[in-house]
């Protein structure tokens, strides 16, 4: 007989510990996640205290303002357009692999746009326009196959289209109008549907790039 309540016993233990177990995975990779954000939150100035819900002493960031998370408690979503933040993005933003919205515009973050950006494969709409960021358009943008808005207009950017970018079937809106941008605009994939208004007041960039005519490098040296 006490062999047998042991066996029960063991058995509940058990199916506890592998309960607990599951439920423990997500909130690690939900915290991780938190501390990617917070890691922004530190970069940033916020004198408007946006971001004054952002407590890293949380199991997850889902509970924090202009945050988004789905059913997993994975984040979807960053919303912080229009909110008076200065200071630069920071590599960490590349590991929220379930992030579909980066709003980010209207501010004035400087800097330059992580490479790290490429990670986001789940990413839907990346919205930098209006800040004061520099550098180059990063190439591992074209590895953003869900990407469908790209509005990185009113900026300090410089370098060239990355042609990386004309992979993405997806894409529907590209706005790099008012940078620095040079070279020549591309014309094949989604960039055959994107008006030249788009593009324009960047001083150095040409007009559209015509095959096998136009060098691709022309007024970038």
């Known amino acids: 007989m006490f062999t047998v309540v042991w066996l029960v016993i063991m058995d509940i233990v058990l199916t506890l510990t592998l309960t607990l ?3 423990v995975i ?3 990779s939900a915290n991780s996640e938190g501390d990617a954000l917070y890691t922004l939150r530190r970069s940033l100035s916020d004198p408007d205290n946006v971001l004054q819900s952002w407590d890293p002493t949380l199991v997850n960031p889902c509970t924090w303002f202009h945050i988004t998370c789905n059913q997993d408690n994975r984040v979807t979503r960053v919303d912080l357009g229009n909110s008076n ?11 929220l692999e379930h992030l579909q919205y980066l709003e980010l515009y209207k501010n004035n973050i400087q800097g330059t746009i992580p490479v790290e950006l490429g990670n986001l494969k789940s990413l839907i709409s990346l919205d930098l326009y209006n800040n004061n960021i520099s550098g180059v358009i990063p190439l ?4 953003l196959k869900s990407l469908v808005f790209l509005r990185l207009n009113d900026n ?15 894409l529907k809106v590209v706005d790099v109008s008012s940078n620095n941008l040079c070279g020549t605009i591309p014309t094949t994939g989604p960039f055959e549907h994107i008006p030249l ?3 324009e007041n960047n001083p150095r960039l040409e007009g559209p790039e015509l095959q096998g ?7 970038c040296s």
Do not use: M, W
Request: positive net charge; hydrophobic residues 40%.
């Open 21 to 23: 177990a599951l439920l």
């Open 26 to 28: 997500p909130s690690v």
């Open 85 to 95: 933040l200065s200071g630069h993005l920071v590599s960490e933003i590349g590991k």
């Open 140 to 143: 591992s943008l074209g590895k």
């Open 156 to 170: 300090h950017l410089s370098g060239k289209i990355p042609r990386d970018l004309a992979a993405i079937s997806s």
């Open 197 to 199: 208004s788009n593009f």
């Open 213 to 219: 005519l136009a060098t691709y490098d022309t007024n």
